[in-house]
């Protein structure tokens, strides 16, 4: 198994950045793929965006393609997501996830390793 921690959240202005990271420890982390997901108050756990355990590949939701970026330094254990030109519906708890293989995927039910979330808030 591997644990995660997510790191880098905070509240900031409509249109500004953050940049979220999930750390991982326990298992080589070269071995998954990740995932971001973000949840909303009363509302169910959405895709953000993914990357593969060699980051060859990446996929994002419409609402953040463009704005988003996801990517990974397997040296450090970690993943990252730039976040910019935030809007005030970005505003959620925010989850890393992550599963063994070389795929991601984009639906939350195929991970099995969650962190705790952190909160990002976005005053408008």
């Known amino acids: 198994q591997v644990q995660l921690v997510e790191s880098g959240g905070g509240l900031v202005q409509a249109g500004g950045s953050l940049r979220l990271s999930c750390a991982a420890s326990?298992?080589?982390?070269?071995?998954?793929?990740v995932g971001w997901f973000r949840q909303a108050p009363g509302k169910e756990r959405e895709f953000v965006a993914a990357i593969s355990r060699s980051s060859g590949s990446t996929s994002y939701a419409d609402s953040v393609k463009g704005r988003f970026t996801i990517s990974r330094d397997n040296a450090k254990n970690t993943v990252y997501l730039q976040m910019n030109s935030l809007h005030a519906e970005d505003t959620a708890v925010y989850y890393c996830?992550?599963?063994?293989?070389?795929?991601?995927?984009?639906?939350?039910?195929?991970?099995?390793?969650w962190g705790q979330g952190t909160q990002v808030t976005v005053s408008s």
């Open positions: 326990g298992r080589t982390f070269d071995l998954y793929a």
């Open positions: 996830a992550a599963r063994i293989g070389s795929s991601y995927y984009t639906a939350a039910n195929m991970y099995r390793n």
